[in-house]
Each structure stands twice: as structure tokens, then as C-alpha cells.
T-cell receptor
Framework: QKEVEQDPGPLSVPEGAIVSLNCTYSNSAFQYFMWYRQYSRKGPELLMYTYSSGNKEDGRFTAQVDKSSKYISLFIRDSQPSDSATYLCAMSLLNNNDMRFGAGTRLTVKP | DADVTQTPRNRITKTGKRIMLECSQTKGHDRMYWYRQDPGLGLRLIYYSFDVKDINKGEISDGYSVSRQAQAKFSLSLESAIPNQTALYFC?????????????FGPGTRLLVL
């Protein structure tokens, strides 16, 4: 079993839809939970991070962590064609070192 | 991405050949990383370096070696390339300042081993 499992997608939604991206994990010691966005032929870029449990909001993006269920989510409100990318979840025990990544979900937002 | 550059961007090589991938950064960060990305497996850490004199193995270091020539340069070598090393390779940097330590990724090198 992989340490981090991510819904494989691909996911296609119309512009304006609410998108939900999810990951589960097996290591209860993870403390930092990250979401990266990767455009085609580019490197990943950090979108959001959360320490421990709870919610974090940044504009149209909301990250949720449920440590009791070992489940994290990223919600995108009012999705835009520019949100079309692959979204990678990642998690680590300490601040950033030795991250474990999910396989990524490819999202397409259609105009 | 312009702050972290990788060369070459694409490379085709044959089994058994030695190949070096190079990474340079202008961000002034001490910490540098090498990852590979495979479909269905996500990113996996190969090696990381916290400063010029510090090199550490990551999750999947077998078959790879690295060299930290300077604060700004971190090279990844495949001594004898094999087909299952075909992947997308990323370099990243980070700075252990206050707050969360963000990693900044380069644009990647696409490697095909025949």
C-alpha cells in the first residue's frame, strides 16, 4: 500500500464548478500537509500548506485536514480554465523535509 | 521557475551510458533536492543537500549519485543508465527561514533511456 493515495482522475468540470480533490494517507505521524499545482511542462509550485488538522482558506482555495480519518482535501470554488493543471498532495513529518507525494490528479476546467 | 534552472531539458540516452543532469539556482538557498516523477507514482526524493558539505540519500537513491559543486549548483548522475530510470527529473531548493519551508522547483528534465 502506498503511503499517500490520491484520486487519479482525470477530472473535467465546467467553468464555475466547485472542485474537490482528495488524498488519504497511512502514516499518522505526518504533521505538514501540502497541495502543489503543476502546469504542463512545468515544475510543481506550492499552492497551500496546513500544519496539523483544520481548515485553511486562500481566495478560491480551501485546504482541509482530518487527521482522525487520515484524509485531506482541496476545494476550488468558482473554478477557472486557468486552474487546469495537475494537483499533487504532499505530506511530511517535519517542516518540509522528506515529503511524500500523491500521484497527482489532472484537472481540466472547460470554458 | 527562472530562479531554478535545469539542463538539459530533454535527453535521450542508451542503456549503460553515464549521464549528468545539472541544476543551478539564483535564489541563494542552501538546501537543494533532486526528485523523479513517474506516472502513477508521484514525486520521489532521490538525494538532498543542506549545504555544500552535506549530502543525504532520499527515498530512492540506488543507481544515482550527486555532487554539490557550490551553493548554487547541484548535479545528479546516473553512472550506468537503465530503462527504468526513464522519468521526469526535478531539482528544487528551499531556505529554512521562519515559518514554512517552501520548496521551489525547476522546470524539469525529461530523460528517456533506451
Amino acid at each position: 500500500q502506498k503511503e499517500v493515495e490520491q484520486d487519479p482522475g482525470p477530472l473535467s468540470v465546467p467553468e464555475g464548478a466547485i472542485v474537490s480533490l482528495n488524498c488519504t494517507y497511512s502514516n499518522s505521524a505526518f504533521q505538514y500537509f501540502m497541495w502543489y499545482r503543476q502546469y504542463s511542462r512545468k515544475g510543481p509550485e506550492l499552492l497551500m500548506y496546513t500544519y496539523s488538522s483544520g481548515n485553511k482558506e486562500d481566495g478560491r482555495f480551501t485546504a482541509q485536514v482530518d487527521k482522525s480519518s487520515k484524509y485531506i482535501s482541496l476545494f476550488i470554488r468558482d473554478s477557472q480554465p486557468s486552474d487546469s493543471a495537475t494537483y499533487l498532495c504532499a505530506m511530511s513529518l517535519l517542516n518540509n523535509n522528506d515529503m511524500r507525494f500523491g500521484a497527482g490528479t489532472r484537472l481540466t476546467v472547460k470554458p | 521557475d527562472a530562479d531554478v534552472t535545469q539542463t538539459p531539458r530533454n535527453r535521450i540516452t542508451k542503456t549503460g551510458k553515464r549521464i549528468m543532469l545539472e541544476c543551478s539556482q539564483t535564489k541563494g538557498h542552501d538546501r537543494m533536492y533532486w526528485y523523479r516523477q513517474d506516472p502513477g507514482l508521484g514525486l520521489r526524493l532521490i538525494y538532498y543537500s543542506f549545504d555544500v558539505k552535506d549530502i543525504n540519500k532520499g527515498e530512492i537513491s540506488d543507481g544515482y549519485s550527486v555532487s554539490r559543486q557550490a551553493q548554487a549548483k547541484f548535479s545528479l548522475s546516473l553512472e550506468s543508465a537503465i530503462p527504468n530510470q526513464t522519468a521526469l527529473y526535478f531539482c528544487a531548493t528551499s531556505d529554512p527561514g521562519l515559518g514554512y519551508e517552501t520548496q521551489y522547483f525547476g522546470p524539469g528534465t525529461r530523460l528517456l533511456v533506451l
